[in-house]
């Protein structure tokens, strides 16, 4: 496996972010006023779902070029043979170094392991777009499975202070949810955030995956 091009790595990641996040940044302030525990009209319903997506793009790029540039070199210093059955292990540990949250222990293994299962089923490399397919699957099952955190960080967000939820207890806080509203709270806004995640990932990836490629084509043809 090459060393990955710090250049290549930390634009592309920047690309990425900025990208997913000025497309999809609607589709979050929804899911997020439907997780609300207010209810989705008294958190504002549609109204200004668009506030603040200059500021979180531009925030976004320093983090993703952060995030994929620890993400393919620890990568890269973990790797051994592609056909190991720890490949998957060393994802997680990738993607754990770049983000520790659970959302990316799911998502970014499941992105490799298809684009993995793809190019061997075609005999080579996944072209960008189908890596982009890949992250779109990858990221859609993540989301689902990772809902009741999402809605725990939502309602400890939106909690009054000094409230027990407030503590950012997230068991406490899932167990609220549960008492109050059942299996159907714990996956409140679960179709919006899997749509939204599920194009995030064709957008964050498939982007990522096309400008490094793109950058890397250029600085081999450099002097």
Request: net charge neutral.
């Amino acid at each position: 496996m090459e060393q990955p091009g710090f250049t290549a790595s930390l634009v592309a990641g920047g690309v990425a972010g900025a990208s997913v996040d000025l497309i999809l940044f609607p589709l979050d302030t929804i899911k997020t006023r439907l997780q609300s525990p207010q209810g989705f009209y008294k958190a504002g319903g549609f109204h200004g779902i668009y506030a603040g997506v200059p500021s979180a793009a531009i925030g976004s790029f320093p983090n993703a070029a952060a995030f994929f540039l620890t993400y393919e070199y620890v990568k890269w210093f973990l790797y051994t043979d592609s056909s190991s059955y720890l490949m998957p292990m060393k994802h997680m540990l990738a993607a754990s170094a770049g983000e520790v949250i659970p959302f990316s222990l799911v998502q970014f293994p499941l992105w490799e392991f298809l684009k993995a299962l793809w190019s061997w089923r075609q005999e080579h490399v996944v072209d960008s777009w189908q890596s982009a397919v890949c992250g779109a699957f990858a990221g859609g099952f993540a989301a689902a499975v990772t809902t009741p955190l999402d809605v725990a960080k939502t309602r400890i967000m939106l909690a009054k202070a000094g409230s027990s939820t407030a503590s950012g207890n997230v068991l406490s806080a899932l167990h609220g949810v549960w008492r109050s509203q059942g299996l159907a709270g714990l996956f409140a806004g679960i179709f919006p955030r899997m749509a939204s995640i599920s194009l995030g990932g064709f957008i964050f990836l498939g982007a990522y995956d096309h400008a490094r490629a793109l950058l890397s084509e250029v600085g081999r043809e450099g002097p």
